[in-house]
């Protein structure tokens, strides 16, 4: 809880801090959506209100965020997709799941690479394996061999079909042998609550809002999905060590409808970039175990295509499909 009230600090400082001032480039002229497609208290919203204020404070402008979740941030991305792309309606959303949704979706109402411009990716974290202590399990081998024991008994929550946390799961699924059950929650703030009460036994949890509950006991970490051992938590292993080559990670992007004039998508990835620069924005996205990448928006969005790719790989070795 520590770790989300210094978040909660942060944000209000921010807040107060807001000066709106003069801008001679003449955009923005009025308020931004900023479209959010998770619910409020996960890491994608907290650092999207971050950055919300940081942007307006120097655009000149509120930046609003609008929370739209469902169907693994897909109704939210649709909502972006789909409007005027004037660079009055934005969209924060996690790198992952956009990329996921290219692959696993029959209908996907908008096209991930051409309806979305990547602008920049203000924030990146690696995921970590937590379960419920009742299982009594404390290392990755134990939960193998506690599952294998149980096949398709024991349950693993997602942030909803077809998210980075669900992913991530199929992907330990295939690494392991193992058989899980799968139980989907609209976002990571709900699944990590379901988790805490016991309606799931394991999740792929974004850092931020697990590392309350695991100091606090109520629940178990694992093991963490960097490459390494992370200096926050030197004690913990990095999955790898148990499953090698398991990397993953709930990195944060800004995005705009695709078609959005040029200058404007450079003005925003400039005004990003600098926001991230902050003491401030660097506090918050430190809170959230989180780091800013310095990417150009090129750069970026080349980033995003890889993603695509790669969780293509994932979703068709998996055989998901959704309607």
């Keep these: 809880m520590k770790a989300m009230k210094a978040a909660s600090v942060l944000l209000a400082a921010m807040l107060?801090?807001?000066a709106p001032q003069v801008n001679a480039q003449g955009y923005p002229s009025r308020p931004i959506r900023l479209v959010v497609p998770w619910p409020p208290?996960?890491?994608t919203d907290v650092i999207s209100r971050g950055l919300g204020i940081a942007l307006a404070e120097s655009l000149g402008q509120q930046v609003i965020p609008d929370n739209r979740p469902g169907a693994a941030g897909t109704l939210g991305v649709a909502i972006a997709a789909k409007a005027n792309p004037d660079g009055y309606t934005l969209l924060m959303t996690d790198v992952p799941s956009h990329a996921i949704s290219a692959s696993l979706y029959t209908k996907l109402p908008y096209d991930p690479l051409k309806d979305i411009e990547p602008i920049a990716l203000p924030s990146r974290s690696p995921l970590v394996l937590v379960v419920n202590p009742k299982l009594g399990v404390k290392t990755i081998p134990q939960l193998i061999e506690y599952a294998k024991a149980r096949p398709g008994q024991l349950s693993f929550a997602s942030s909803g079909p077809g998210s980075i946390t669900h992913l991530t799961s199929e992907r330990f699924i295939r690494d392991t042998g193992v058989k899980l059950l799968h139980v989907p929650y609209k976002g990571g703030g709900p699944a990590t609550t379901a988790l805490v009460a016991g309606e799931a036994g394991m999740y792929f949890a974004c850092i931020s809002a697990a590392i309350p509950h695991v100091k606090a006991g109520r629940l178990t970490l694992l093991g963490i999905t960097s490459p390494k051992r992370s200096p926050l938590?030197?004690?913990?292993?990095?999955?790898?060590?148990?499953?090698?080559g398991f990397e993953m990670g709930c990195n944060t992007g800004f995005f705009a409808p695709g078609g959005t004039p040029k200058r404007i998508v450079e003005r925003l990835h400039?005004?990003?970039?600098?926001?991230?620069?902050?003491?401030r924005m660097k506090d918050l996205l430190a809170a959230n175990s989180a780091e800013a990448a310095l990417y150009t928006q090129a750069q970026f969005k080349d980033h995003?295509?890889?993603?695509?790719?790669d969780w293509g790989e994932v979703v068709r070795g998996a055989g998901l499909k959704v309607d």
């Design 16 to 18: 107060l801090s807001v």
């Design 41 to 43: 208290g996960g890491i």
């Design 233 to 244: 938590f030197p004690d913990i292993p990095a999955v790898a060590e148990a499953i090698p």
């Design 270 to 279: 400039a005004e990003v970039m600098k926001a991230v620069g902050q003491p």
């Design 304 to 309: 995003v295509a890889k993603e695509v790719r």
